[in-house]
T-cell receptor, first 114, second 109 residues
Framework: ETGVTQTPRHLVMGMTNKKSLKCEQH?????MYWYKQSAKKPLELMFVYSLEERVENNSVPSRFSPECPNSSHLFLHLHTLQPEDSALYLCASSQDLGENYGYTFGSGTRLTVV | GQNIDQPTEMTATEGAIVQINCTYQ??????LFWYQQHAGEAPTFLSYNVLDGLEEKGRFSSFLSRSKGYSYLLLKELQMKDSASYLCAVRDGDYKLSFGAGTTVTVRA
């Protein structure tokens, strides 16, 4: 248990489906992040929220839609995905933006688009 | 864009020492992080360097040279449980972390 919980751990979805990934942290952190991790590639930053306000939208296709209803929860809504979107999606949190202890990551959701 | 390079794979023997190098070319620099990620698990924070020099934490040490755009993670007295991927990440602004692709370390008996 890392303090950041992601559900589901595994997800298989068709290209026409709509699904959501959930991230929850009860560490009292104020910043939350979505990263995409593809095999043999660097983690790609997707979205950043600070105090429930989006501060970064890193040129992510609109088929990915984030939501941060409160400082403990972060969602990633998915619709009409492509096979190349198959990856590990990692959520992370930090006390504040730019703090020196790095992020606390969740274990990720392994997404397969068929 | 940001460019962070680290070797793809390394293999070492239990009890030995392994050094994982990371070189970076980024638009700014505000600290370098190392993370460990076991297969199927979350990356976990190992170390943070913002000033030049060596930071030691038990069996793990991390070194930074800002003038050379270079860091290394040193793993001593390797154990089987150290088999994992090691991620180098640079904070190039106020908060954004740019990651390398990771180095997979395999420890053999």
């Amino acid at each position: 248990e890392t303090g950041v919980t992601q559900t589901p751990r595994h997800l298989v979805m068709g290209m026409t489906n709509k699904k959501s990934l959930k991230c929850e942290q009860h560490l009292g952190h104020n910043a939350m992040y979505w990263y995409k991790q593809s095999a043999k590639k660097p983690l790609e930053l997707m979205f950043v929220y600070s105090l429930e306000e989006r501060v970064e939208n890193n040129s992510v296709p609109s088929r990915f839609s984030p939501e941060c209803p409160n400082s403990s929860h972060l969602f990633l809504h998915l619709h009409t995905l492509q096979p190349e979107d198959s990856a590990l999606y990692l959520c992370a949190s930090s006390q504040d933006l730019g703090e020196n202890y790095g992020y606390t990551f969740g274990s990720g959701t392994r997404l397969t688009v068929v | 864009g940001q460019n962070i390079d680290q070797p793809t794979e390394m293999t070492a023997t239990e009890g030995a020492i392994v050094q994982i190098n990371c070189t970076y070319q980024t638009s700014g620099f505000n600290g370098l992080f190392w993370y460990q990620q076991h297969a199927g698990e979350a990356p976990t924070f190992l170390s943070y360097n913002v000033l030049d020099g060596l930071e030691e934490k038990g069996r793990f040490s991390s070194f930074l040279s800002r003038s050379k755009g270079y860091s290394y993670l040193l793993l001593k007295e390797l154990q089987m449980k150290d088999s994992a991927s090691y991620l180098c990440a640079v904070r190039d602004g106020d908060y954004k972390l740019s990651f390398g692709a990771g180095t997979t370390v395999t420890v053999r008996a």
